[in-house]
């Protein structure tokens, strides 16, 4: 493993690469300045720990606090836009259609709003909202409840059966989603060239996709200003942010 500070360098190896995947955590969206999960822990929120709201049994057990929790962290989020980093990898994709794979940890919907397609989101959007259970079906809307038809409420409630709307997040507990993950490993398996950008490797199985790149025969470079858990993973080093780094490596 090379550290590698000149970022031309690894630019050779994106325009060699025929495939690419780029793995982003939430150093990513740092520099657009979006709250971490510890910073929702202000003010009435201050006396819970994120792991006694953010899962099903919370939500269940009291679904007003954990709505009203998730409500306060989309508001916190209303100002913050894409930065370089994110715009530099939905230009790629635009130019280079079907050569880049994007995979995320991060909800905050920045890279779908900076325009990036097909991304596969490994945590969910905070954005989105799903149903609680299974539907039990409406009629006439072929046995799946139509989200836009919840009736207002903290959470909002199904029209038809009553089922409770939650932040289409993944809670602690939870599994990944089955589709998006299954994506996600196909990509890193036959990328050329995978960037981790922003993430401090410590999550699984998001971080062990950097070791099925690795091992499927892929470059892998780790781009963040810090050490992370997975620099002994890669051919490569950059250490810098990624709205310095991204677009110097993908504006060609």
């Known amino acids: 493993m090379t550290a590698i500070t000149d970022i031309a360098a690894v630019g050779t190896w994106v325009r060699d690469a025929g495939a690419i995947a780029v793995l982003s955590g939430a150093g990513m969206s740092a520099e657009s300045g979006v709250p971490t999960f510890r910073d929702a822990q202000t003010g009435l929120w201050a006396k819970f720990r994120p792991e006694e709201l953010a899962t099903e049994a919370a939500f269940r057990a009291d679904p007003r606090r954990v709505w009203d929790w998730y409500a306060s962290r989309r508001e916190m989020m209303k100002d913050v836009h894409p930065n370089a980093g994110h715009h530099a990898i939905a230009a790629f994709q635009q130019r280079h259609p079907g050569r880049l794979t994007l995979i995320t940890q991060n909800v905050d919907g920045l890279h779908q709003a900076a325009g990036s397609v ?40 199904c029209a038809d059966c009553g089922n409770a709307l939650r932040p289409g997040v993944v809670w602690f507990g939870e599994m990944l989603p ?21 993430t401090s490797g410590a999550v699984y199985p998001a971080a062990g996709l950097a070791h099925t790149a690795r091992q499927s025969g892929a470059r892998v470079v780790v781009i963040n200003p810090e050490p992370t858990e997975l620099d002994s993973v890669a051919h490569a080093l950059v250490r810098a942010t990624a709205a310095v780094a991204m677009p110097a490596l993908l504006g060609g």
Do not use: K, Y
């Open 178 to 198: 089955a589709v998006a993950l299954a994506a996600a490993e196909e990509a890193a398996q036959a990328c050329d060239l995978m960037l981790v950008v922003g």
């Open 118 to 157: 097909g991304t596969l989101a490994l945590h969910g959007n905070l954005f989105e909202d799903i149903w609680l259970d299974p539907c039990m079906g409406a009629p006439g809307h072929g046995g799946v409840c139509d989200v836009s038809r919840a009736l207002p409420g903290r959470p909002p409630t």
